[in-house]
């Protein structure tokens, strides 16, 4: 193995497929996509690539989890989890790097971080993997922190993002250099589903036209049509060209302009705008387009014709390079990050006097009276002998809580946590999102 593997990558996994890259540059990206091909399992860019028709499943990031899939044959049954478990190595396997040598930060879409079942079964697969996983955050955060310079310095804006198979649009902000997720807007209009239905039957018309040939003639032909429509959708053919070619009796093949692809999707930016209340003059946040948001054709510059809101697409790998950033930057004492957003607890100060007697009585807020801190992945009550009088505490930042249950029970003393954990304190529900060193 290579003996430059760098120290830290930085993982994205979305509904739409996973990226793999190191602080500096992106490595590798694979779409979520997989079939069976003999006892084998192929995944990604491969997936695409069948000779023969054969079922290609897309979605198994977004609902990921271990029921079987219906199209199981007796003799062998998948679940979500086992083409996302093979999507992932294969991924990594085109590193080429020593993995062992590295470190990894994850940045997941919501619709996989905001379900408990859903974050257990890639913690599990990462570990399968050998993966020395450093910490999770939630990809809005991971593409804002992806691309500093094209974030506005102060203020309010917006991500537009393609995740779980639907259009979602982020309100954030970015005050005294923290960024923080606020409300998230979805839309069904931008349904996967929904875009390769009208993509294949506009492509299939022109197919038909340019070859004389119709791929609905028979089913095979029409399933392997669908293989490469979805590789169109799945790929961003920039401002060049794209060949949809249909390998069946006779090759035949039609060539794509992005200028042609526009045509194709004619009002879907506009449905996708006036469904996320984008068009409203009265706003004029800047929006942010993550890269699997703008392959739609004709998306940016619907949205830049309303004139009122900045537009900028952020490249490719920008999650990568900002869960890969955030990790370098994570303190060293923990932060607790809620579901779905981030949030912080200031930390009690352990070595504190009591109040004196005649001190004034405590509000509400005040009376309740912290009994646990997690510090460096353990659970301490306040006065632990273990636990330091003086704090290594950045910022004041530290969990502190009445009472803290873990995953369900109650903390024990010193009990040890790890990333994925879920802490409830009082009504608010957390997950350990990242570890600080020993």
Known sequence: MSTDTPALFGLEIASTGVAVGAADSPLTSEPAAARIEGDAIVTGWAAYAAEAPAPVWQDFWEHLSRDPLPESRADRILARSILAYNHLGQTLAAL???????????????????DDERTGLFLSMAKSHGLRLRGLIPLPLALAAGAPDLVPPEGPFSVLDLDAGQWTLYSMNREGGTVQTGTVTTTR????????GHFF??????????????????????????????????SDPGEGEYTLDLATRKARSITISRATAREIAADLPRRVIAALGLDDPREHMPVLLSHRAHFLPGLAEALAAGGHRAVTLLPAGAAVHGAARAAVAWPIAETIE????????????????????????????????????VWRGLIHPLHH????????VRDGKLLRAQGIRVNGGDARALQPLKPGDRLETGDETFVLARMAPA
């Open 201 to 234: 039957d506009a492509l299939a018309a022109r197919f038909l036209a340019e070859t004389a040939f119709d791929v609905r003639h028979g089913a095979d032909a029409e399933a392997l049509f669908r293989l490469a429509v979805d590789r169109f959708l799945a």
């Open 385 to 392: 002998p273990a636990l330091p009088v003086a704090l290594p």
């Open 338 to 373: 809620a579901t779905p957003e981030f949030r912080e607890l200031s930390a009690p100060d352990a070595g504190a006097p009591d109040p004196p007697d005649d001190s004034p009585a405590p509000t509400a807020a005040e009376d309740e009276i912290p009994t646990h801190v």
């Open 189 to 196: 209009e931008g349904r996967l589903r929904v875009l390769r």
């Open 96 to 114: 080429g790097a020593e993995l062992s040598r590295a470190s990894f930060a994850a940045a997941l879409a919501p619709s996989i971080l905001d």
